[in-house]
């Protein structure tokens, strides 16, 4: 799976570890969605699309 996240996330000036921290994840956790290493939870998917301000479907790529 690709994602979208650091891409959403430097639009909003936003460095991994302030996104972790609003999702309420370790910074970790970002980096491996980042690198399409980790499959998140539905509800991870939307708090990360909330906090990005776009949809889960704009932000994961499903391949």
């Given at each position: 799976?690709?994602?979208r996240i650091k891409e959403f996330r430097a639009?909003?000036?936003l460095t991994q570890d302030d996104l972790a921290k609003k999702v309420g994840v370790r910074r970790e956790t970002i980096v491996f969605l980042e690198k399409g290493k980790y499959n998140p939870?539905?509800?991870l998917a939307y708090d990360v699309a909330k906090v990005l301000?776009?949809?889960i479907d704009e932000l994961f790529i499903f391949e």
């Open positions: 799976m690709k994602t639009r909003h000036n939870s539905l509800k301000k776009t949809s």
